[in-house]
C-alpha cells in the first residue's frame, strides 16, 4: 500500500538556523503530496500542497518541490523562528486507488531555541 | 468563516460503555472524514463520506465502529462497548469536493476510555 518516510523523531534548531524535514513516498499512482503542522491540542493545520512533478508549494517561509524521479517532498525553511516549533507531517492523497484518503507519514517533532 | 467543529473536545467514558463524537463539516464542503490519532499508530485513516454517501470505510474497525452522515451538516462516529485501546485523539476533516482537494481537520476529540 502507500506510505511515506519522513525525518524521524526530533530536529532541535535555533532561531534563524535553515530547516530540512525529509518525506519521502511509495505509492502506486500519481499522489499529491501535502505538509500539515500541528500544534499542541489542535487538529493539522494544512500548510500546502504540490500535485504534480516539479511543481514546488510554499507558506510563511517553508516550502518543498515535488520530485517524482526521486519520489520526495522534502519540507525547508531558510531561516527558522521559535514559533515555528510544532509536530510537521508530510501526507499522500493518491486516487490512483480510487480513495480521497490521506497517508500521513509518522511526523516531526521541531523545536526552535531562541 | 468557521472551521471544521468538533464536539465534545474530550471525552471520557468507561471500559464498556459507549461514545458519540461529533463533526460539523466547513459550510459548502461535500466530504467528510474521520481519522484516529495515537501515538504509537500515529494519524490512521477511518473513513470517508461524500454528499453524506459512504465512499471509504476501509479504515474503520470491523467492531464497534460506526460512522454516520445524515445531513449535510454533521457527521457522527459511534463506539460501542468502548475498550481502553480505543483511546485516542479522533479528527475530522471536511474538503470541497473529496478526492485530492486539501482537507481541512477539526480540533480533534480526545477520547479516554478508563
Known amino acids: 500500500g502507500d506510505s511515506v518516510t519522513q525525518t524521524e523523531g526530533q530536529v532541535a534548531l535555533s532561531e534563524e538556523d535553515f530547516l530540512t524535514i525529509h518525506c519521502n513516498y511509495s505509492a502506486s499512482g500519481y499522489p499529491a503530496l501535502f505538509w500539515y503542522v500541528q500544534y499542541p491540542g489542535e487538529g493539522p493545520q494544512f500548510l500546502f500542497r504540490a500535485s504534480r512533478d516539479k511543481e514546488k508549494g510554499s507558506s510563511r517561509g517553508f516550502e518543498a518541490t515535488y520530485n517524482k524521479e526521486a519520489t520526495s517532498f522534502h519540507l525547508q525553511k531558510a531561516s527558522v523562528q521559535e514559533s515555528d516549533s510544532a509536530v510537521y507531517y508530510c501526507?499522500?492523497?493518491?486516487?490512483?486507488?480510487?480513495?480521497?484518503?490521506?497517508?500521513f507519514g509518522h511526523g516531526t517533532i521541531l523545536r526552535v531555541h531562541p | 468563516n468557521a472551521g471544521v467543529i468538533q464536539t465534545p473536545r474530550h471525552k471520557v467514558t468507561g471500559k464498556g460503555q459507549e461514545a458519540t463524537l461529533w463533526c460539523e463539516p466547513i459550510?459548502?464542503?461535500?466530504?467528510v472524514f474521520w481519522y484516529r490519532q495515537t501515538i504509537v499508530q500515529g494519524l490512521e485513516f477511518l473513513t470517508y463520506?461524500?454528499?453524506?454517501?459512504?465512499?471509504?470505510d476501509s479504515g474503520m474497525p470491523k467492531e464497534r465502529f460506526s460512522a454516520q452522515m445524515p445531513n449535510q451538516s454533521h457527521s457522527t462516529l459511534k463506539i460501542q462497548s468502548t475498550q481502553p485501546q480505543d483511546s485516542a485523539v479522533y479528527l475530522c476533516?471536511?474538503?470541497?469536493?473529496?478526492?485530492?482537494?486539501?482537507?481541512?481537520f477539526g480540533p480533534g476529540t480526545r477520547l479516554l476510555v478508563l
Open positions: 476533516a471536511s474538503s470541497l469536493g473529496g478526492g485530492q482537494d486539501t482537507q481541512y
Open positions: 459550510s459548502g464542503h461535500s466530504a
Open positions: 463520506f461524500r454528499n453524506q454517501a459512504p465512499i471509504d
Open positions: 501526507a499522500l492523497n493518491n486516487t490512483g486507488a480510487n480513495t480521497g484518503k490521506l497517508t
